[in-house]
T-cell receptor, first 111, second 116 residues
Framework: QKEVEQNSGPLSVPEGAIASLNCTYS??????FFWYRQYSGKSPELIMS????GDKEDGRFTAQLNKASQYVSLLIRDSQPSDSATYLC???????????FGGGTRVLVKP | GAVVSQHPSWVICKSGTSVKIECRSL??????MFWYRQFPKQSLMLMAT?????????EQGVEKDKFLINHASLTLSTLTVTSAHPEDSSFYIC????????????FGPGTRLTVL
């Protein structure tokens, strides 16, 4: 089992709708998680971090962490064409103090 | 805040030559910096972790003699690709963790290396 897994997509959503992205993780990943957005040809940009169970909201983004089920999700409300990108889920590994990335989910927001 | 720069943003070199890439944290001190490589349509692959003043820790399968990493100060890390070959062509991205930040990493803009 991969340490962090994501559906590769593409996830196609109409403009103004909610995009829902999911990520599951294994026991080898500790309890802090990050969502990064990566545009084609660019480097990742940190958009959300979440460390405890429950929801965390920041603008149009909401991250949800469920430790019992070992998944973390990202909701993008009022999706805009500019949200079209690949979203990377990352979990922190205490061993080596490093991040483990999922394969990314490609999101396409259609006008 | 938390800005990381990389230089150069792109480089083209001949096979067999060496290329140095710089990574700088501009507005914070980074005790730890990371080097990643990303091939087209693939996710980030961690190459090595570098801590200021100590030797880098390389991931399994990454040749430490080919990818030389130096973390000379709290704001600068360099990656040198020695004797580059076409298969080394990739997007190289560094990241840095601010002192005191809870496991967060901030990424530089990346360096696209093309080896002819």
């Amino acid at each position: 089992q991969k340490e962090v897994e994501q559906n590769s997509g593409p996830l196609s959503v109409p403009e103004g709708a909610i995009a829902s992205l999911n990520c599951t993780y294994s026991d080898r990943v500790s309890q802090s998680f990050f969502w990064y957005r990566q545009y084609s040809g660019k480097s990742p940009e940190l958009i959300m971090s979440i460390y405890s169970n429950g929801d965390k909201e920041d603008g149009r983004f909401t991250a949800q962490l469920n430790k019992a089920s070992q998944y973390v999700s990202l909701l993008i409300r009022d999706s805009q064409p500019s949200d079209s990108a690949t979203y990377l889920c990352a979990g922190h590994k205490a061993a080596g103090n490093k991040l483990t990335f999922g394969g990314g989910t490609r999101v396409l927001v259609k006008p | 805040g938390a800005v990381v720069s990389q230089h150069p943003s792109w480089v083209i070199c001949k096979s067999g030559t060496s290329v140095k890439i710089e990574c700088r944290s501009l507005d914070f001190q980074a005790t730890t910096m990371f080097w990643y490589r990303q091939f087209p349509k693939q996710s980030l692959m961690l190459m090595a972790t570098s801590n200021e003043g100590s030797k880098a820790t390389y991931e399994q399968g990454v040749e430490k003699d080919k990818f030389l990493i130096n973390h000379a100060s709290l704001t600068l890390s360099t990656l040198t690709v020695t004797s580059a070959h076409p298969e080394d062509s990739s997007f190289y991205i560094c990241s840095a963790s601010p002192r005191g930040a809870y496991n967060e990493q901030f990424f530089g803009p990346g360096t696209r290396l093309t080896v002819l």
